[in-house]
Every structure is written in C-alpha cells, then in structure tokens.
C-alpha cells in the first residue's frame, strides 16, 4: 500500500529526530511521497540535509517564515526543481504542504497569562504560528496541482485554557479559523486544508516548559487509551489526511491524542482504585 505515490510534498518544521515534522516525514516516505523540506536557519541546514537524506531527498531550502523574501524565494527555488523547463507553459508541481511551526517569546509561555502577555508577544506569537500558514499558501497556490493537500499542527490549548500556553492558545485558535478560511477559499481548486491537534510529546518545542513530565505522565493515566501519542501516530494521520484517501474531508481539526479532549475529568487517575473495587 503506497497510498502517497506520485505525491511530491513539501515538510516545513523539521529540526530534530523528535520533531513531529520527522515522524510525518517518516510515514509519508513510507507511503511512497517525494518529499523536500525547510529549515529555520543555518543552525539546522546540516542536520536537515542528513535527514532528507534518509527519507531519499536532496531537496533542502531556507525559509524563516517571518520572512516573506525567504518564502518567496523557497517557492521559486521549488519550482526550478520540480517544474521542468520544457513544462515552463504551466505553473502547477507539487501537492501540498505540512506547516509544523510555532513560536511565541519564552516569558510568554510562563506565568499568569494576563501578566505575562505582551503586545509584541503576542504579535510574534500569532505572525510565526497562525499568519504564516496561510503566507506560505498565498505564495504557491499557483503551484498547487489539483486534490492538493495543506496541513498545520494545533493543539488543544486553542479550545482550552491550558496553565502556562497562554498567548500560543490565542495563535493556535487563529491557527485553526485559519484552517477553516484557508479551506473554503482554496476548495474550488480542490486542495483541501487540515489541521491535526497533538496530544503533548516531548520534542525541542516543549523542552523547558514547566511541568512538561507532569503533564505527560497525567496523559498516560488519564486519556481514554491510557497512554501518550508519538509522532509516528501523528505521522499516520498526516499521512492520510494528505492522500486522496481523505479527499472529502477538508476544514477540519483532527485530534490525535489518545481521546484526551473527549474527557471532563480524565479516568482521574484511578485505575488501580476500580481494579481493587471491582475485586470487592
Ligand atoms: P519542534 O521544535 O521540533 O518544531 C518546531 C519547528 O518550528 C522547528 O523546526 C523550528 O525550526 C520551527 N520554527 C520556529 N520558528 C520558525 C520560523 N520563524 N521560521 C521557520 N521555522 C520556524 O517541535 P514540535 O513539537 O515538533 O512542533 C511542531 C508543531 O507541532 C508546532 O506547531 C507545535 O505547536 C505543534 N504541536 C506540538 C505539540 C507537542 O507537544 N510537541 C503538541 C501539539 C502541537
Ligand atoms: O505548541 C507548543 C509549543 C510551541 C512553542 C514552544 C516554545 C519553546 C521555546 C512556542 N514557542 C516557544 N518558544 C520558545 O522559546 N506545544 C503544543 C508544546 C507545549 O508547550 C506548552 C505546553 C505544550 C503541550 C506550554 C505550556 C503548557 C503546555
């Protein structure tokens, strides 16, 4: 089952073996997609030609998202590879994205949110992790083949308060309008916009954020399936949602996280409390 072959898609938000970007990398190559992909900076330009590497790409190109120069030319540059020169009469290459990017200035993501916010916090906060989804579709919808596929990473602080998320849960609820505008204006050239909300997983994003173990360890006694997600489960789902498997479903928010959202109060941590009643 090659569910992706012929689909040449593009990974932005690769920067470690633990990032969500390398398990969605992963099981798209397994699908059969070719894939390219960005980096931040030159910091990672190394590390993520070495992973290109092993999903079979030599595509690799610059892009900080808060700049529209470095997005334009990423497009550009794309184009000369997977546009051939005697094809020059058309525009459209690839098929569809996936936005696995986020940031908001350290001190906003500690604290009491309506102490800690600020306004050019919470600007850079929405322009790197709501504004440029829709900056790096603006730029190479003319590219986009027909039943392309966009993808973006949520989480669940958008619908929820979560302790310390605060002005990233202001980004991400725009983050997902985002997703559902971006659907209805992009779906009568049939490319579909999604977004996955993520369950918590340890990668360089949430290194440092207070309390992170705590938050996991609560997830694998309370979510319904008593455990955490990886990124090779979020891989799967991104998987399909950019296949022509998922070709009805577009503007939606898909939480992978182990049916943490669907709960009020979690199983409260008392498995071994029903076990022992049951035994009684
Ligand atoms: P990560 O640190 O591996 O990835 C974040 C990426 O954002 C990095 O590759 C970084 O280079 C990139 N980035 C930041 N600013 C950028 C800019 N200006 N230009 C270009 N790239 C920039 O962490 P991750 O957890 O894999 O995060 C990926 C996405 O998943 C984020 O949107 C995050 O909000 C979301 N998410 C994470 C979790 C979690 O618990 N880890 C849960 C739900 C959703
Ligand atoms: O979206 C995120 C984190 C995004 C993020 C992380 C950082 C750390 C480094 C954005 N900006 C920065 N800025 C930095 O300087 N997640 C879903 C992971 C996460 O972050 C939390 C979480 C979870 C889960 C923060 C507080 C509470 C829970």
Redesign the pocket.
């Given at each position: 089952m090659s569910f992706l072959k012929g689909k040449r898609i593009l990974i932005?938000?690769?920067?470690?073996k633990?990032?969500?970007?390398?398990g969605i990398a992963q099981k798209m190559h397994e699908q059969g997609a070719e894939l390219a992909f960005?980096?931040?900076?030159d910091k990672?330009k190394q590390r993520v030609t070495d992973f290109a590497k092993k999903f079979n790409s030599t595509l690799i190109f610059p892009?900080?998202?808060?700049k529209d120069e470095e997005i334009k030319e990423l497009f550009k540059k794309l184009k000369e590879i997977w546009l051939p020169k005697e094809e020059a009469n058309k525009t459209n290459c690839f098929d569809g994205f996936v936005?696995?990017?986020?940031?908001a200035p350290k001190e906003q993501l500690d604290g009491d949110y309506v102490d800690a916010v600020t306004r050019e916090g919470f600007n850079i906060a929405h322009d790197?992790?709501a504004y440029?989804f829709v900056a790096m579709a603006k730029a190479c919808r003319a590219m986009l083949n027909p039943n392309s596929a966009l993808l973006?990473?949520?989480?669940l602080g958008a619908e929820r308060t979560i302790t310390n998320y605060n002005v990233?849960g202001l980004a991400?609820a725009s983050l997902e309008a985002n997703v559902r505008y971006m659907a209805d204006s992009l779906g009568p050239d049939a490319i579909r916009v999604n977004a996955i909300?993520?369950?918590?997983?340890?990668?360089?994003?949430?290194s440092g954020i207070k309390d992170f173990k705590k938050m996991l360890a609560h997830c694998e006694k309370c979510t319904p399936l008593r455990r955490t997600v990886t990124?090779e489960d979020v891989g799967n789902a991104a998987a399909f949602l950019c296949s022509d498997l998922a070709g009805g479903i577009t503007g939606e928010i898909l939480h992978v996280d182990a049916g943490f959202n669907i709960t009020a109060m979690g199983n409260m941590g008392n498995d071994e409390l029903s076990q022992s009643a049951k035994k009684e």
């Open positions: 932005a938000g690769l920067a470690s633990l990032s969500i970007a390398y960005t980096y931040q900076n990672l892009c900080d998202v808060a936005h696995s990017i986020a940031y790197i992790s440029s973006t990473l949520s989480y990233m991400k909300s993520a369950g918590p997983i340890r990668t360089l994003a949430a990124i």
